[in-house]
Nanobody, 115 residues
């Protein structure tokens, strides 16, 4: 059974930082590209960053240079370090494989950037 559980969201002021964590269950974790996605109010869910099992990462243009994705294959964990946060980063953040497993979205973790 595949399951993703996100945590670490919260309310932060513009320019602040947060670190999101994702616990992934299932032995398939090590062979999958993992991704962090976000969905802002009234918008479609979008890919923020992805990371191969070996550590190679890719980022969306809007977060490049501010966000860092990482993973710990031994612990089945994926992280997203978010720095220099902007109000437009406000969204619910999800982790999943990339491409995503459609039926296995978690509840996500809410990030609100506001003064």
């Amino acid at each position: 059974q595949v399951q993703f559980v996100e945590s670490g969201g919260g309310l932060v002021q513009p320019g602040g930082s947060l670190r999101l964590s994702c616990a992934a269950s299932g032995s398939i974790f090590r062979i999958y590209v993992m991704g962090w996605y976000r969905q802002a109010p009234g918008k479609q869910r979008e890919l923020v960053a992805s990371i191969y099992s070996g550590g190679t990462a890719n980022y969306g243009d809007s977060v490049k240079g501010r966000f860092t994705i990482s993973r710990d294959n031994a612990k089945n964990m994926v992280y997203l370090q978010m720095n220099s946060l902007k109000p437009e980063d406000t969204a619910i953040y999800y982790c999943n494989c990339h491409p995503p497993l459609r039926d296995y979205w978690g509840q996500g973790t809410r990030v609100t950037v506001s003064s």
